[in-house]
């Protein structure tokens, strides 16, 4: 249990999950489904809520991300299972492009190649609801502290949405100062 491992926990797990949390519930707080004066308990019950209701509403529009993560429960567990699904995904895309070969892919017939590659998507959703086994890749590395970190991360960006740090915020900053450097 080094420093090193502290940190590399930050950059990979904590860090994104703020900034996620902060998405997800930036966007819960300004569209008014949660209300920003909620405690950790009422988040979970309105959490709770909003999952049952997009259950039952099946809507293809709609934010991708929001519908994911509450597809995969909503709350700390399915932002730590998205994250980590968009990371496997993505390794997995850059690979295949890498390594690239038309012979290898149909080498056993193109039936043999879609059914490898719904094996393989059971495979990368499996390896993402079991996330806490998957960060911690090498030897001796300690789940608590990447448990911690994705966790922290959560609820920094819970705390930065409710105290209403936005984007609008902030493209509102840069056109003011915009706006002053013409001198009008």
């Given at each position: ?78 932002l730590a299972v998205l994250w980590t699904l968009l990371v496997i ?15 290898a892919l149909l080498e056993n017939g193109i039936i043999a190649l ?36 994705a966790y922290g991360g959560y609820l920094l960006g819970i705390h ?25």
């Amino acid at each position: 249990m080094s420093i090193f491992e502290w940190f590399v926990a930050a950059i990979q797990l904590g860090l994104p999950m703020a900034v996620m949390s902060w998405l997800m519930f930036n966007w819960l707080y300004g569209a008014g489904q949660l209300p920003r004066d909620a405690g950790h308990k009422a988040i979970r019950e309105h959490l709770a809520k909003l999952k049952k209701q997009h259950k039952k509403s099946k809507s293809r529009s709609g934010n991708y991300l929001y519908k994911q993560w509450l597809f995969f429960g909503g709350g700390f567990y399915g932002l730590a299972v998205l994250w980590t699904l968009l990371v496997i995904e993505v390794s997995e895309l850059i690979g295949f492009i890498i390594s690239f070969d038309l012979t290898a892919l149909l080498e056993n017939g193109i039936i043999a190649l879609m059914v490898s590659v719904v094996v393989a998507q059971f495979g990368n959703i499996l390896a993402a609801m079991l996330w806490f086994s998957y960060w911690p890749s090498e030897q001796g590395s300690t789940v608590v502290i990447w448990f911690l970190m994705a966790y922290g991360g959560y609820l920094l960006g819970i705390h930065f949405a409710r105290e209403r740090q936005t984007l609008h915020q902030a493209s509102d900053l840069i056109s003011k100062n915009k706006w002053r450097r013409r001198g009008e």
